[in-house]
């Protein structure tokens, strides 16, 4: 594989878009495997599902802005902190980041699409449906109020005996194969399709922490499948596996959520953290400090937090040995995010940092974290939790955390990435106001919750007393989550705006150091004409210019140079260093994908309504789908 | 910007402290009045000083890491990466982590310790209101537990519905009832007083509304309490309260509620023998007395919306007798 100094001018660039652009129109829309169009999709597609949960969010603090409040029925709040909390885990946080990494890992990379794009078309599509069937249950008036943890008994058919909770036991059975089979994509892409030179010790950052998610994913969320499908089961078909009085255990459900819930909680923190840890050097002008204690903590995170599930469920009489095996292990979690915290801190310590809106994200991320992370610590300590638990001390630690430590660093994302993604840069005076705003906002709506938790405010109750002392807080916490919701607002608005009239973006505008900064932006169809070569951990920094491949003869490195581009191929590279393997070719666009996903989303209809005829039409009409795929492979 | 943020951090520190330490309502888990809670206060204590300490000092590195370099150029440091990243991120969380799993174990232990000599009481968890049983003694009474102060208390927390969590913040943490087990909820009020408790695990349409109280009183006045309850109501004294009696028995009221020594003897609502001794109707969701009782027997829908006590569409004089004959239930 020969290697040549400069990016050789693009031969015939027409001829090349023309290869791999999709269908205009309507068929192009639905037959699109681009992993750009799809990464693009699902956040955007995430963001509509945050806004739709923040807005709910307001409306409950406008009724627990006072005592006795009447803003809304206890049913209706019951349903909406149900639908804010499954939409916020299962249809923001949890997609937006596969939304980030399938934007954004191929490239960094450097490989022209995912390693399975038209799985990767499914996996969105199994997204949207499985978020349009579990809102749909507004239009039918039983939108899920069993809150977003679903526990047995209350779940079950005799104490919810309406549709309400179905929409949640099978939508989140159905959205838990989008994310499994995005994971499985995310590794072997991450592992077959790097550009020649990218060891293992190479990675990005954002891309070990992506590595460290999806087999999270792949271990964790097979058991929230689980709980949901045997709930669904009890509930569908008469089985009693949560149902005490036959037998049952409503332990086993909370066992089998929280091995999934509490590894999710890390699932999200990771590749948000992964983020940060690209966006603080590009701002600090250095390296990351200690990037092997990064990545070994990200590890180390992936493994222990498979290890903390109880401590949910430390008020349920469980033994105090058992317990404190727990407590000690939620402890030990603590010490990898610690490392990850001085990482940072040293990166900027000797670096010097650049205040862009993407770097106050990042450091309103820090101290925001850094509270969420010592309440967490104090939760771990289990006389503590049996006060804390189910208070709103809870709902305090777990939106630093959850809001803080995750949407936070997907906020600088936006400001950091979305001029790559679509070419012009967002107003970073708006983007300053925004952050203020949200910084502010935040902390005045989610510090006062850990006092209220104190003063004994129970969780999820539609409303309190007065005399309790609890209302001149509980009307600091509502003003600051609508200063919260502006400063969102004011992102959003930054967002569209700058699309229609922001200055365009140059391909590097932040001097950064991965190899997504190398293309233009945005991105042509195929990333790279052809595939960079690797010899750094920073190619942008360290290889000036950046050398990229030529095509080689022999198929296994055909595809790293032009010729791969006009033939809509990628190179597939293996063993820790990358090196040359043989070419894969990548798919047309085909609407396969959709057709399969379709006819699940009406297979699971079929099942909520419970008509024969419906799961019959749904699963022939999926199976059609995937039959004609696996049939069509072979053509290619 | 820099002074600005170590304001911010500060004043978040202050007013969390200042506001913890003026705060007396009456469910404030800080204002320990049981030895669990005292025992859980006193870990708060320390782990708010080390909270406090880790915050402001990792804190202090954030915002002046973010400051030193701002002139564009990176100021020299004789703090390395791997000593920033050794000494911050790996030995002193090891330290701290060490003591709070010391200080976690025998925390629990000590609050998990049975005593021999402690009094009993059996709570069962129901939509949406407690039910409260002392065994060996003819006690059945709803959302209120009365103890003696200085004595051991033992809690059994049961349920046949649905999950529910007891939690009195003032006396001690929570237990869940979970059906299908017994759980156990010990604690010793140290101090004469009432204690509001609230359900802590969501339960459904009114989780809201199950409240409770736990009343700790003298050794001496829980046992004159206790043989007050053991013996079943006097018969009615009044006409009208004799009609009420008759009335509560014809209609619905008597398949849900048990009056002892009558013939109302329903399971599915609380047990009624003394109902004018406690403070509220529907689990704190209303004071007791005799106008919200009326509206209470009439449009319990409009108070407690969807509580399993329906809307009963009586005649004015029926509604005084019923009220008439509960208020004399003691």
Same mark, same amino acid.
């Given at each position: 594989?020969?290697?040549?100094?400069?990016?050789?001018?693009?031969?015939?660039?027409?001829?090349?878009?023309?290869?791999?652009?999709?269908?205009?129109?309507?068929?192009?829309?639905?037959?699109?495997?681009?992993?750009?169009?799809?990464?693009?999709?699902?956040?955007?597609?995430?963001?509509?599902?945050?806004?739709?949960?923040?807005?709910?969010?307001?409306?409950?603090?406008?009724?627990?802005?006072?005592?006795?409040?009447?803003?809304?029925?206890?049913?209706?709040?019951?349903?909406?902190?149900?639908?804010?909390?499954?939409?916020?885990?299962?249809?923001?946080?949890?997609?937006?980041?596969?939304?980030?990494?399938?934007?954004?890992?191929?490239?960094?990379?450097?490989?022209?699409?995912?390693?399975?794009?038209?799985?990767?078309?499914?996996?969105?599509?199994?997204?949207?449906?499985?978020?349009?069937?579990?809102?749909?249950?507004?239009?039918?008036?039983?939108?899920?109020?069993?809150?977003?943890?679903?526990?047995?008994?209350?779940?079950?058919?005799?104490?919810?005996?309406?549709?309400?909770?179905?929409?949640?036991?099978?939508?989140?059975?159905?959205?838990?194969?989008?994310?499994?089979?995005?994971?499985?994509?995310?590794?072997?892409?991450?592992?077959?399709?790097?550009?020649?030179?990218?060891?293992?010790?190479?990675?990005?950052?954002?891309?070990?922490?992506?590595?460290?998610?999806?087999?999270?994913?792949?271990?964790?969320?097979?058991?929230?499948? &689980?709980? *949901?499908?045997?709930?669904? +089961?009890?509930? /569908?078909? !008469?089985?009693?596996?949560? @149902?005490?009085? $036959?037998?049952?255990?409503?332990?086993?459900?909370?066992?089998?959520?929280?091995?999934?819930?509490?590894?999710?909680?890390?699932?999200?923190?990771?590749?948000?953290?992964?983020?940060?840890?690209?966006?603080?050097?590009?701002?600090?002008?250095?390296?990351?400090?200690?990037?092997?204690?990064?990545?070994?903590?990200?590890?180390?995170?992936?493994?222990?937090?498979?290890?903390?599930?109880?401590?949910?469920?430390?008020?349920?009489?469980?033994?105090?040995?058992?317990?404190?095996?727990?407590?000690?292990?939620?402890?030990?979690?603590?010490?990898?995010?610690?490392?990850?915290?001085?990482?940072?801190?040293?990166?900027?310590?000797?670096?010097?940092?650049?205040?862009?809106?993407?770097? &106050?994200? *990042?450091?309103?991320?820090? +101290?925001?974290? /850094?509270? !969420?992370?010592?309440?967490? @610590?104090?939760? $771990?300590?289990?006389?503590?939790?049996?006060?804390?638990?189910?208070?709103?001390?809870?709902?305090?630690?777990?939106?630093?955390?959850?809001?803080?430590?995750?949407?936070?660093?997907?906020?600088?994302?936006?400001?950091?990435?979305?001029?790559?993604?679509?070419?012009?840069?967002?107003?970073?005076?708006?983007?300053?106001?925004?952050?203020?705003?949200?910084?502010?906002?935040?902390?005045?709506?989610?510090?006062?919750?850990?006092?209220?938790?104190?003063?004994?405010?129970?969780?999820?109750?539609?409303?309190?007393?007065?005399?309790?002392?609890?209302?001149?807080?509980?009307?600091?916490?509502?003003?600051?989550?609508?200063?919260?919701?502006?400063?969102?607002?004011?992102?959003?608005?930054?967002?569209?705006?700058?699309?229609?009239?922001?200055?365009?973006?140059?391909?590097?505008?932040?001097?950064?150091?991965?190899?997504?900064?190398?293309?233009?932006?945005?991105?042509?169809?195929?990333?790279?004409?052809?595939?960079?070569?690797?010899?750094?951990?920073?190619?942008?920094?360290?290889?000036?210019?950046?050398?990229?491949?030529?095509?080689?003869?022999?198929?296994?490195?055909?595809?790293?140079?032009?010729?791969?581009?006009?033939?809509?191929?990628?190179?597939?590279?293996?063993?820790?260093?990358?090196?040359?393997?043989?070419?894969?070719?990548?798919?047309?666009?085909?609407?396969?994908?959709?057709?399969?996903?379709?006819?699940?989303?009406?297979?699971?209809?079929?099942?909520?309504?419970?008509?024969?005829?419906?799961?019959?039409?749904?699963?022939?009409?999926?199976?059609?789908?995937?039959?004609?795929?696996?049939?069509?492979?072979?053509?290619? | 910007?820099?002074?600005?943020?170590?304001?911010?951090?500060?004043?978040?520190?202050?007013?969390?402290?200042?506001?913890?330490?003026?705060?007396?309502?009456?469910?404030?888990?800080?204002?320990?009045?049981?030895?669990?809670?005292?025992?859980?206060?006193?870990?708060?204590?320390?782990?708010?000083?080390?909270?406090?300490?880790?915050?402001?000092?990792?804190?202090?590195?954030?915002?002046?890491?973010?400051?030193?370099?701002?002139?564009?150029?990176?100021?020299?440091?004789?703090?390395?990466?791997?000593?920033?990243?050794?000494?911050?991120?790996?030995?002193?969380?090891?330290?701290?982590?060490?003591?709070?799993?010391?200080?976690?174990?025998?925390?629990?232990?000590?609050?998990?310790?049975?005593?021999?000599?402690?009094?009993?009481?059996?709570?069962?968890?129901?939509?949406?209101?407690?039910?409260?049983?002392?065994?060996?003694?003819?006690?059945?009474?709803?959302?209120?537990?009365?103890?003696?102060?200085?004595?051991?208390?033992?809690?059994?927390?049961?349920?046949?519905?649905?999950?529910?969590?007891?939690?009195?913040?003032?006396?001690?943490?929570?237990?869940?009832?979970?059906?299908?087990?017994?759980?156990?909820?010990?604690?010793?009020?140290?101090?004469?007083?009432?204690?509001?408790?609230?359900?802590?695990?969501?339960?459904?349409?009114?989780?809201?509304?199950?409240?409770?109280?736990?009343?700790?009183?003298?050794?001496?006045?829980?046992?004159?309490?206790?043989?007050?309850?053991?013996?079943?109501?006097?018969?009615?004294?009044?006409?009208?309260?004799?009609?009420?009696?008759?009335?509560?028995?014809?209609?619905?009221?008597?398949?849900?509620?048990?009056?002892?020594?009558?013939?109302?003897?329903?399971?599915?609502?609380?047990?009624?023998?003394?109902?004018?001794?406690?403070?509220?109707?529907?689990?704190?969701?209303?004071?007791?007395?005799?106008?919200?009782?009326?509206?209470?027997?009439?449009?319990?829908?409009?108070?407690?919306?969807?509580?399993?006590?329906?809307?009963?569409?009586?005649?004015?004089?029926?509604?005084?007798?019923?009220?008439?004959?509960?208020?004399?239930?003691?």
């Amino acid at each position: 594989m020969a290697t040549t100094e400069v990016r050789p001018a693009a031969e015939e660039p027409e001829h090349l878009e023309e290869i791999w652009e999709d269908d205009p129109g309507i068929p192009g829309f639905f037959s699109t495997i681009d992993h750009k169009r799809i990464g693009k999709r699902y956040i955007y597609t995430c963001f509509i599902f945050f806004a739709v949960g923040g807005v709910m969010a307001l409306v409950m603090r406008m009724q627990l802005a006072g005592s006795d409040n009447t803003v809304l029925s206890p049913g209706a709040y019951n349903e909406l902190f149900t639908v804010h909390g499954t939409t916020m885990i299962f249809l923001f946080n949890t997609p937006v980041l596969a939304g980030f990494g399938n934007y954004l890992l191929p490239m960094m990379i450097g490989t022209r699409d995912m390693a399975f794009p038209r799985l990767n078309a499914f996996s969105y599509w199994i997204f949207l449906f499985a978020g349009v069937f579990f809102y749909s249950s507004f239009l039918v008036g039983s939108a899920p109020d069993g809150g977003w943890f679903a526990y047995t008994p209350l779940t079950d058919k005799v104490y919810s005996p309406g549709l309400n909770l179905d929409f949640w036991g099978l939508g989140v059975a159905f959205v838990g194969i989008s994310t499994t089979v995005g994971a499985v994509n995310f590794i072997v892409t991450t592992f077959k399709l790097r550009a020649p030179g990218m060891s293992l010790n190479r990675l990005p950052m954002y891309v070990w922490s992506m590595l460290v998610f999806s087999f999270m994913v792949i271990f964790a969320v097979p058991s929230v499948t &689980l709980a *949901a499908g045997l709930l669904e +089961l009890d509930r /569908l078909f !008469g089985t009693a596996f949560f @149902v005490p009085k $036959a037998g049952g255990s409503t332990l086993l459900y909370q066992h089998l959520f929280w091995f999934w819930g509490h590894p999710e909680v890390y699932i999200l923190f990771v590749p948000a953290a992964g983020m940060i840890s690209m966006i603080i050097p590009v701002f600090s002008r250095r390296p990351l400090a200690g990037y092997l204690w990064v990545a070994a903590s990200l590890v180390a995170i992936g493994f222990i937090s498979f290890g903390v599930w109880v401590h949910h469920m430390f008020a349920t009489g469980m033994p105090a040995l058992a317990l404190s095996f727990f407590a000690a292990v939620s402890l030990l979690i603590a010490i990898p995010s610690g490392v990850q915290f001085f990482a940072w801190i040293a990166t900027m310590w000797h670096g010097a940092v650049r205040f862009t809106t993407a770097m &106050l994200f *990042a450091l309103g991320f820090l +101290l925001v974290f /850094l509270l !969420g992370g010592i309440t967490g @610590v104090m939760v $771990a300590v289990l006389p503590f939790d049996w006060q804390a638990t189910d208070s709103y001390f809870i709902v305090a630690h777990l939106h630093y955390v959850l809001n803080g430590a995750v949407v936070f660093p997907i906020f600088a994302a936006l400001y950091f990435w979305l001029p790559k993604i679509t070419g012009r840069m967002l107003n970073e005076r708006l983007g300053r106001v925004s952050f203020w705003t949200m910084f502010l906002g935040f902390n005045l709506a989610f510090f006062p919750m850990h006092i209220l938790g104190f003063l004994g405010m129970p969780r999820r109750v539609y409303t309190y007393s007065s005399g309790l002392g609890w209302e001149a807080l509980n009307l600091v916490v509502t003003l600051g989550s609508f200063a919260f919701g502006l400063g969102v607002l004011l992102t959003l608005i930054n967002a569209v705006v700058s699309h229609f009239r922001g200055a365009r973006a140059p391909d590097n505008p932040w001097g950064a150091d991965t190899l997504e900064w190398a293309t233009s932006s945005p991105p042509p169809d195929f990333n790279f004409e052809a595939v960079p070569v690797v010899a750094s951990r920073h190619p942008l920094w360290d290889q000036q210019p950046l050398p990229v491949a030529d095509s080689g003869i022999d198929d296994a490195t055909r595809a790293f140079g032009p010729a791969g581009a006009h033939e809509h191929t990628t190179p597939i590279t293996g063993g820790l260093r990358a090196a040359p393997e043989t070419t894969m070719r990548i798919p047309e666009p085909t609407i396969l994908p959709v057709v399969f996903a379709a006819g699940l989303a009406v297979f699971v209809v079929g099942l909520l309504v419970q008509a024969l005829v419906v799961g019959v039409a749904g699963l022939a009409l999926g199976l059609l789908g995937l039959a004609w795929w696996v049939w069509r492979i072979g053509e290619h | 910007m820099s002074p600005l943020r170590h304001t911010a951090v500060f004043a978040w520190v202050l007013a969390a402290t200042l506001a913890l330490a003026a705060c007396s309502g009456s469910t404030d888990a800080l204002d320990a009045h049981g030895s669990e809670s005292r025992h859980i206060a006193g870990l708060w204590w320390l782990m708010f000083g080390l909270a406090a300490g880790v915050y402001l000092v990792v804190g202090g590195f954030i915002v002046l890491a973010a400051v030193r370099g701002r002139r564009g150029k990176p100021v020299g440091s004789r703090i390395s990466p791997s000593m920033f990243i050794v000494v911050g991120g790996l030995v002193v969380p090891t330290l701290i982590l060490l003591v709070l799993a010391v200080v976690t174990v025998t925390t629990t232990d000590a609050l998990r310790k049975p005593s021999h000599d402690a009094l009993r009481v059996e709570v069962q968890g129901e939509r949406w209101w407690w039910e409260v049983r002392y065994p060996g003694r003819q006690i059945v009474t709803a959302n209120e537990v009365r103890v003696p102060v200085g004595q051991p208390v033992e809690i059994g927390l049961v349920s046949d519905n649905v999950i529910h969590s007891f939690w009195v913040p003032e006396l001690a943490g929570k237990v869940d009832t979970i059906p299908g087990q017994r759980n156990v909820l010990r604690f010793t009020a140290e101090k004469a007083g009432t204690y509001l408790g609230v359900c802590a695990e969501f339960c459904g349409i009114q989780h809201a509304h199950m409240g409770f109280r736990v009343i700790a009183q003298s050794p001496g006045g829980f046992e004159r309490w206790a043989a007050e309850h053991a013996s079943p109501p006097l018969q009615p004294e009044s006409e009208l309260t004799a009609q009420g009696q008759l009335l509560f028995q014809r209609l619905p009221c008597a398949g849900c509620h048990t009056v002892r020594g009558t013939e109302a003897r329903g399971k599915a609502g609380p047990d009624l023998t003394d109902f004018t001794s406690r403070a509220t109707i529907g689990a704190g969701a209303v004071e007791n007395t005799p106008q919200n009782l009326a509206r209470w027997i009439q449009e319990a829908q409009s108070i407690k919306p969807g509580a399993l006590m329906p809307d009963l569409t009586l005649s004015g004089d029926e509604v005084a007798a019923l009220v008439s004959y509960l208020e004399s239930l003691n």
